[in-house]
């Protein structure tokens, strides 16, 4: 029997309208009926899952997410960290300064600051629009200490401009970060030990739960190592072929109730 279910959300959870179905609601309430943990795997903040799990009713005591793709991992309740794994100031200023010499934007969030940046982009109003939450304006080589709490450095940029910087990218960035695409525009740069399968089976083990116990649904380059990670590990229909190449079984597409249609069939027994 799986007892925890880790969802990604953007392309998974989420159909393209960015909503949560009633059958995909219908299907995660009756897997926590039956004593199944459902836990939010994202990039995403704290404070960018309130509504979500407000819809989801999962803001209670005991109940947890992933949030940052599994850098923080955080009691939905009391804000108590669980885990942390993240950078520092030294490490975004040197990041940033390499997006100067790329030629694409750059942003970051602070444990204090929130959502920085230098320069605002059409990408950052659209992660501070998704999460609901501000943008600050800073210089980082000015503003920040380089013993400064930093979650994690993305590039940010449409697509053609961002994978173009990616293919400069030197060795060094490789070697001592994560990087990862979560999105078309969005390239993540995390602490080395940043991933969600990490933080998947960090937060299973914290549950007393087995790790065949563990079902996950992802779609993008960020959820890889927890499609993998999982006991069960699930891709979407329109996630990338890397993802579904590696998982033990491809749902449905996010807009075709992938998610519902999973759980219904490997928890709800349906």
Known sequence: MYKLIALDMDGTLLNSEKQITDRTK?????ARAQGVKIVLATGR??????????????IHENEYVLSFNGALIVDVKTGNII???ILQGKDYKDLFKLSQELGVHCQAF????????????????????INKIDINIINPLTDITDEEDIVKVMFIDPPEILDS????????V????NVFKSAPFFFEITNKGVDKGVGLLQLAD?????????????????????????????AME???DKVKAIADYVTDTNDNDGVAKAIEKFVLNK
Not at 26 to 30: D, F, G, P, R, V
Not at 165 to 172: G, L, Q
């Open 238 to 240: 329109n996630g990338i």
């Open 206 to 234: 914290y549950l007393n739960i087995k790790q065949s116990e563990t079902m996950a649904c992802g779609d993008e380059g960020n959820d890889y190592s927890m499609v993998k990670a999982a006991g069960l590990g699930v």
């Open 26 to 30: 219908k299907a995660l309430s009756e």
């Open 174 to 177: 490789k070697e001592r970060y």
């Open 110 to 129: 602070s444990v204090r600051h929130g959502l920085v940046t230098n320069e605002t982009s059409q990408y950052t109003e659209h992660e501070a629009h």
């Open 165 to 172: 910087a990616i293919a400069k990218i030197p060795d060094w």
């Open 45 to 58: 903040p704290l404070a960018g899952l309130k509504a979500p799990l407000e819809e989801l009713d999962l």
């Open 83 to 85: 885990s942390k794994c």
